[in-house]
T-cell receptor
Framework: NAGVTQTPKFRVLKTGQSMTLLCAQD?????MYWYRQDPGMGLRLIHY???????AKGEVPDGYNVSRLKKQNFLLGLESAAPSQTSVYFC??????????FGQGTRLTVV | AQSVTQLDSQVPVFEEAPVELRCNYS??????LFWYVQYPNQGLQLLLK??????LVESINGFEAEFNKSQTSFHLRKPSVHISDTAEYFC???????????FGAGTRLAVHP
């Protein structure tokens, strides 16, 4: 019973490098989300998807892109990493109503 | 825009004492409300939720929260805390459809022996 799985768990990038974070869910949820967590700010929504092939911007989308080619996967990309993107990233999935289920997080440091 | 305010960033408390973590939200429409808990170096786990019905909701580990529409609050309480309750607690409210969540800044609960 994996739930929501994120890879990798940790990553260090140099400024300007690119990377992709992978999120996979096995609950057949339609909705998926990417949040970032920063100290004293709670979690903020980056992008979300309401179904396969759809994506939409959240509260803090700048500098990130996403894709949802398969229902169970939601990818978050950083094309040119910046120190301001140092954060802990959480993926979540849910149905239309009810609780969201979160992954364990990816701790990203951009130096 | 909707917002969630957690009034205390840190709450220290002794073991077996009662605790209340406060949460207020701003919204002019019906919302769903949640409390999530985050243990160190882990993801968020659902603690309890209010979707409809009884305004008092309970978790399996003794926490409860009461939805108060007139005061736009959803405070979390536990009558007797344990060391294992030490964690960060986040209040969240749905916003703008598609079950998107707006989170408060979090309250760090530290239970001391």
């Amino acid at each position: 019973n994996a739930g929501v799985t994120q890879t990798p768990k940790f990553r260090v990038l140099k400024t300007g490098q690119s990377m992709t974070l992978l999120c996979a869910q096995d609950m057949n949820h339609e909705y998926m989300y990417w949040y970032r967590q920063d100290p004293g700010m709670g979690l903020r929504l980056i992008h979300y998807s309401v179904g396969e092939g759809t994506t939409a911007k959240g509260e803090v989308p700048d500098g990130y892109n996403v894709s949802r080619l398969k229902k169970q996967n939601f990818l978050l990309g950083l094309e040119s990493a910046a120190p301001s993107q140092t954060s802990v990233y959480f993926c979540a999935s849910s149905e239309d109503v009810g609780a969201a289920f979160f992954g364990q997080g990816t701790r990203l440091t951009v130096v | 825009a909707q917002s969630v305010t957690q009034l205390d960033s840190q709450v220290p408390v002794f073991e077996e004492a009662p605790v209340e973590l406060r949460c207020n939200y701003s919204s002019s429409v019906s919302v769903y409300l949640f409390w999530y808990v985050q243990y160190p170096n882990q993801g968020l786990q659902l603690l309890l939720k209010y979707l409809s019905g009884s305004t008092l909701v309970e978790s399996i580990n003794g926490f409860e929260a009461e939805f108060n529409k007139s005061q736009t609050s959803f405070h979390l309480r536990k009558p007797s805390v344990h060391i294992s309750d030490t964690a960060e607690y986040f209040c969240a409210v749905t916003s703008g459809g598609y079950n998107k969540l707006i989170f408060g800044a979090g309250t760090r609960l530290a239970v001391h022996p």
